[in-house]
């Protein structure tokens, strides 16, 4: 079975600094894989995936993830953090082909963004 | 594109009871599924349905929850015998059915079992 892991359940950054936020996953077969974000009393949104073509990968509000192989890594950067950007994050991976694009969801990791 | 829709949002209940809760897909989705999370976790796959087939459960799916989706549109969870583990939040989420495609979720529907 496919999974992910999220390396830091809570991250603390200052304001205009760098974000990183780590992810690895199990996989045996090529993966899709996914960051998800999630604000206070709302649903998860897309912020960006990884399907097999380019390796680093640009998502919305300034964040990008590369994704390398060797490492089993997908981790989450930024290069400038703001404080809009403290939310909850989860990696995520997709069983498809055969699961039906039904995805696997590490443990999330709480970002704080401080003055 | 309205989105993904459930309701309620917010369900107390007491231990015992029965609880459905619906969801309505994004209309040109075909996949529909359901997630429970709890808090400090990820979101953990319950179920899913392709049309009106349902496709997928898993374990953590126990004979005391059943889901349908009876026409292919809009689905409901239902929790017979509600239990204090029960407590979650439950998340729906919609796509189409090609590779790559991404998951719609709602913002679900929280369970609170007393």
């Known amino acids: 079975a496919q999974s992910v892991t999220q390396l830091g359940s809570h991250v603390s950054v200052s304001e205009g600094a760098l974000v990183l936020l780590r992810c690895n996953y199990s996989?045996?077969?090529?993966?899709?894989l996914f960051w998800y974000v999630q604000y206070p009393n709302q649903g998860l949104q897309l912020l960006l995936k990884?399907?097999?073509?380019?390796?680093l990968v640009k998502g919305i509000n300034g964040f990008e993830a590369e994704f390398k192989k060797s490492e089993t890594s997908f981790h989450l950067t930024k290069p400038s953090a703001h404080m809009s950007d403290a939310a909850e994050y989860f990696c995520a991976v997709s069983e498809f082909p055969g699961g039906g694009n039904k995805l696997t969801f590490g443990t999330g990791t709480q970002l704080k963004v401080e003055l | 594109d309205t989105g993904v829709s459930q309701d309620p949002r917010h369900k107390i209940t007491k231990r015992g009871q029965n609880v459905t809760f619906r969801c309505d897909p994004i209309s040109e989705h075909n996949r529909l599924y359901w997630y429970r999370q709890t808090l400090g976790q990820g979101p953990e796959f319950l179920t899913y349905f392709q049309n009106e087939a349902q496709l997928e459960k898993s374990r953590l799916l126990s004979d005391r929850f059943s889901a349908e989706r009876p026409k292919g549109s809009f689905s409901t969870l239902e929790i017979q015998r509600t239990e204090q583990g029960d407590s979650a939040m439950y998340l729906c989420a919609s796509s189409r059915d090609t590779p790559e495609e991404k998951l719609f979720f709602g913002s679900g529907t929280q369970l609170s079992v007393l």
């Open positions: 990884y399907t097999s073509a380019a390796t």
């Open positions: 996989s045996s077969v090529p993966p899709y």
